[in-house]
């Protein structure tokens, strides 16, 4: 089992920056890929980007040069840097890792934190 603690969402004024953290703790060490996803109201829950256990990343399309993915495996943390900040990252977003055990992938999520951006 995996557990994911996201902190570092907020209200913040478009043009601004926040730094979201995810947290893991357990069997990490089985972890594969780790990302951050988002939903809007009444929306689909969308991958903004993710980073494998080899270090690759990729974004979705409207946030790369925006927000940056990284990871500290000394503190068994994943961040996102998000700068420039539009009103339509506003959402809930979701810290996920994916972990591969016996030849099947388990999805473990985040209880989610709210990113505003008011314009």
């Known amino acids: 089992q995996v557990q994911l603690v996201e902190s570092g969402g907020g209200l913040v004024q478009a043009g601004g920056s926040l730094r979201l953290s995810c947290a893991a703790s357990g069997s990490i060490s089985s972890i594969n890929a780790m990302g951050w996803y988002r939903q809007a109201p009444g929306k689909q829950r969308e991958l903004v980007a993710q980073i494998t256990s080899g270090g690759s990343t990729n974004y979705l399309a409207p946030v790369k040069g925006r927000f940056t993915i990284s990871r500290d495996n000394a503190k068994n943390t994943m961040y996102l840097q998000m700068n420039s900040l539009k009103p339509e990252d506003t959402a809930v977003y979701y810290c996920?890792?994916?972990?591969?055990?016996?030849?099947?992938?388990?999805?473990?999520w985040g209880q989610g934190t709210q990113v505003t951006v008011s314009s």
């Open positions: 996920n890792a994916v972990r591969l055990v016996g030849g099947s992938y388990s999805q473990y």
